[in-house]
């Protein structure tokens, strides 16, 4: 299996001769102009109309980009998301109102998984799993598995204690692409603020790593890419901490630049 960071949270996955995309994001929307920080991730351009599946943790528009995943996709490739909420709320709206309308309209093929499903699209077996989302959306992690390898994708999730349990379904992952920036929001929608990361730090994503008996992690939403001053505030140094904490841990890092394909041998 063949593996390659597309910028932020997007990853590319590629097994005999097949691809999918998880988290895929090209045109961050009004988050470009308010949110979109310097010291940012590329956001890479997959091969067009390839891909068999669009792995999708969670609606935030930071992760779902439906224009860029429809464009990835074959013309019967196929959405992999996390389910609706039964009774939504008007939080809702502002958090994943977007993606819903634009998957309403943008006439994809798409499927709710909730954690334990497991679907087998080509090469890949795709298993839905347990995460916590820091807004309260919906929100799940992808264990893909393809070549007899096994590569978790942690969305953006918090801390939370299914990683044993994940560990103990489904054995050791090879790669672990977990979140580490540790961001402290405060949006107007939602007050009063908590003095709460909405994402794991850096120390809660090497311990996640280390839950897992993950063999190497992979920092994915750990940088700048997004950041404002008021509403969306990411730990200062991450990588830093990141590196400091795995060292201590005695866990292999790998920070990807995006684009640039690697094979999990």
Request: net charge negative.
């Amino acid at each position: 299996m063949n593996w390659r960071r597309l910028g932020w949270a997007g990853l590319e996955l590629e097994a005999g001769g097949e691809t999918i995309v998880v988290d895929h994001l090209l045109d961050p929307g009004i988050l470009l102009t308010r949110f979109f920080g310097e010291e940012r991730d590329e956001l890479v351009v997959p091969e067009p109309g390839r891909a068999l599946a669009g792995l999708v943790t969670h609606l935030h528009r930071d992760h779902t980009d439906v224009a860029a995943i429809g464009a990835a996709l074959t013309p019967d490739g196929v959405v992999l998301r996390p389910p609706r909420k039964t009774a939504e709320t008007p939080l809702d709206e502002f958090a994943t109102g977007e993606a819903e309308s634009a998957f309403a309209v943008g006439g994809l093929r798409t499927r709710s998984c909730a954690a334990g499903d497991r679907t087998e699209i080509g090469p890949f077996t795709l298993t839905a799993l347990s995460a916590s989302d820091g807004l309260g959306s919906p929100q799940i992690s992808w264990l893909v598995e393809a070549d007899e390898r096994r590569v978790l994708h942690a969305g953006d999730t918090m801390w939370h204690g299914a990683w044993w349990d994940i560990n103990a379904a489904h054995g050791r992952v090879d790669l672990a692409f977990l979140p580490g920036n540790g961001v402290e929001i405060n949006f107007p929608q939602w007050q009063p603020p908590a003095a709460v990361p909405a994402v794991m730090t850096p120390e809660q994503s090497v311990e996640a790593a280390h839950a897992l008996q993950a063999r190497t992690l992979v920092p994915i939403h750990y940088n700048r890419t997004f950041e404002h001053p008021d509403h969306y505030r990411p730990a200062a140094d991450a990588r830093t901490h990141i590196s400091e904490l795995a060292a201590q841990r005695a866990i292999e890092v790998c920070f990807a630049e995006p684009g640039q394909w690697h094979e999990l041998d």
